[in-house]
């Protein structure tokens, strides 16, 4: 299994995405940092709620479409380009194949977010000061209550997103095309962020509605909520785990 999930991520590297990634996520991290440079924006940040702040869009669009891409390429374009069944030449059963291939994206995805979090207080700090403590659900935190509900939102944040995975997948395995399998899995990806905003009754059963998982978590106010959230989350891991598994295990693939 070690090697399956090494062989996965030297691929990343290898072929410069897991950089590109880092170069975004970094990007991203230090974008909103610039409204210092707005007198207009009126917009106060401290080096303790910055990591927070950016956070948000991290895990409701950035990362997301990181994962479409990981796993088109893992999945529908080496099945697409004959190199799937080098892997499955070996000694490993396709089920461990996948969850090899699903335990980089989540490694790569879990790296990029610690990267986040370290570079969010790096600019934070850097652009902003330290400040004096961190208000979380109206509550007023001291610095080191701080950090550890901010490492913690970031924990947190890579569940959602592991089950966002799996959900992806499905997609990939049920496809032939890597661009088909991108272009539907971003478009789907992107409909159901418009049909939350547009549908509030329907935003509970969709997965994206699930990403912010760390504020339930840190609101107490919200906890209603986070059962919800975490029920939801459980129905689609485990519905998308089980079609992962049969859909992976029929898919023709010629030794």
């Known amino acids: 299994m070690c090697n399956l999930v090494y062989n996965e991520l030297y691929k990343m590297v290898a072929n410069w995405k897991l950089l590109i990634f880092l170069l975004i996520t970094l990007v991203a991290v230090a ?13 106060v940040f401290t080096g303790q709620d910055y990591p927070l702040m950016i956070l ?3 895990v409701t669009m950035v990362l997301p479409i990181f994962i479409i891409i990981m796993l088109a390429e893992m999945f529908t374009t080496e099945y697409e380009k004959g190199t799937l069944k080098n892997t ?13 291939k699903l335990l980089a994206v989540v490694s790569i995805v879990g790296f990029l977010l610690l ?6 207080y790096g600019f934070g700090i850097a652009v902003f000061g330290w400040g004096e403590g961190i208000a979380i659900g109206g509550n007023l935190l001291t610095s080191s209550q701080g950090i550890i509900a901010t490492v913690t939102s970031y924990v947190v944040s890579l569940i959602p997103l592991t089950v966002f995975a799996v959900f992806i997948a499905v997609l990939c395995i049920i496809l032939s095309s890597g661009t088909a399998a991108l272009g539907i899995s971003i478009g789907l990806f992107l409909a159901m962020n418009i049909a939350g905003q547009l549908v509030e009754k329907l935003s509970p059963y969709l997965i994206n509605t699930h990403f912010n998982l760390y504020i339930f978590v840190m609101e107490e106010a919200l906890r209603v909520q986070l059962v919800q959230s975490i029920v939801a989350l459980v129905v689609y891991g485990v519905v ?4 992962v598994a049969i859909l992976f295990k029929k898919k023709e693939i010629i030794l």
């Open 31 to 43: 974008i909103p940092s610039m409204v210092m440079f707005i007198p207009e924006a009126h917009v």
């Open 88 to 100: 499955l030449i070996q000694p490993v059963s396709r089920i461990q194949v996948v969850v090899g």
């Open 240 to 243: 998308s785990s089980l079609l």
């Open 56 to 58: 948000n869009g991290l």
């Open 115 to 120: 990267v986040a979090l370290i570079a969010g």
